[in-house]
């Protein structure tokens, strides 16, 4: 059955160190090293490494890949300048979510999409179809490793310069010639470092011995629903809209996009449900797919290290997706309350 | 601890322990079972009084990642929870066997208990595994 799972660059190094390797998204990816909880606790605390190879690189060029990438995306690409970069959505006639991404300005008239390993060919079969005169859509996947390494002590380890977030600029770990990208999925400072697919071991070689720990996909799971950053899949589907999750912060509703229209009517007419972030007031730890009392579901879940209580993200009426509201989950037939909260749900102090 | 399956326990091949003691048991997991789960956060445990049934789940013990049924080795009347198990779930991984049992029991057919592995046959069952 593992045959047909897909393996990183870096597999090798992970099957060195023991790590908990797990099929994921059609690739065997480590879910852990030394356990969930110390390798979240590195992010926050000092850094983290992870591999990350396995999400996808499309590359989109020509004169007319900018008005292109406008017509397809939720966010507003026009804005981007060489060296910056952007979280946007790739929408469907519905406004529903393909995928969520993020958008690199390589320079005039060249983009790097960076997209879920799940939604690799969705994302790359859904732009390839639409490819308009003038620009071209290529899956570069292959050809890259990603590392990211995150915390507060991340910058310092790598010696690398601070940066404003959402920007990118080539430099070096090492000796290791590197795309230094200033983007997460953790909620702390940190990079995602992509390189050519053969330097990926060397670079991550180069990361741990700075003193960053690896970090498998468990504590990347725990450390984005701590800060409520959604999991495309759960949180964000083709049957859900990018405002009734919240994202409307990354729909330039201004603008002409696939889906524009519906996102622009949920807009003005306000969403029936939201997905709404949540902490467990009982001992119980919330999962995908459990119902919410009131005609809710859970969409993300797990226990959270940081606040050692059972948190979530899930879709509930709108009436019922204020701050301070009670909610029960049904927890395999156990009620249980929690309420919902502001997100993110963990704050740095 | 290093993994570890004592010769005073007998062994439910669903990787729970139980020592036997009169007309009474105290269960757990094993060694295997607190390592494949990983890093426990949470206990849920029977109510006091409950009735457990011999192959049956009585409890969940839940990681970060995953929840699990706990099958009971033997049946009985559950006497006593291990409240520091449920305040301090990590207790289980740390120690199976002593701090981290689970449950005490009085035995409603202590002839179950002869069903149950001896510690070489439990052992050559995680070999398999």
Redesign the interface.
Known sequence: MNATLRRTPLYERHVAVGARLVPFAGWEMPVQYEGVIPEHVAVRTAAGAFDVSHMGQLHVDGPATESFLQSVLSNDVTRLSDGEAQYTLLTNDQGGVVDDLIVYRLESGSYLLVVNAGNREAAYAWLKEREARGTEVRDASDEYALVAVQGPHALERLDLPEAPAFTHAMGEVDGLEVMVCRTGYTGERGVELMCPEDDGPALWDAVLARGVTPCGLGARDTLRLEVCYPLHGQDLTTETDAISAGLGWACALETEFTGVDGLRRVKAEGPASRLAAFVMEERAIPRYGMSIEGGGEVTSGTHSPCLDVGIGMGYVPAADATPGTELVVDVRGRPRRGRIVRKPIYRKE | MAEEYPDDLRYHPEHDWARVEGEEAVLGITWYAQDAL??L??Y?APEVGATVTKDGPYA?V????A?SDVVAPLSGEVLEVNEKA?DEPETINADPYGEGWLVRIRLSDAGEVDSLLDPEAYRAHVADQ
């Open positions: 990983g890093e956060v949470h849920e969940e839940e990681s970060v990642k929840v449920v």
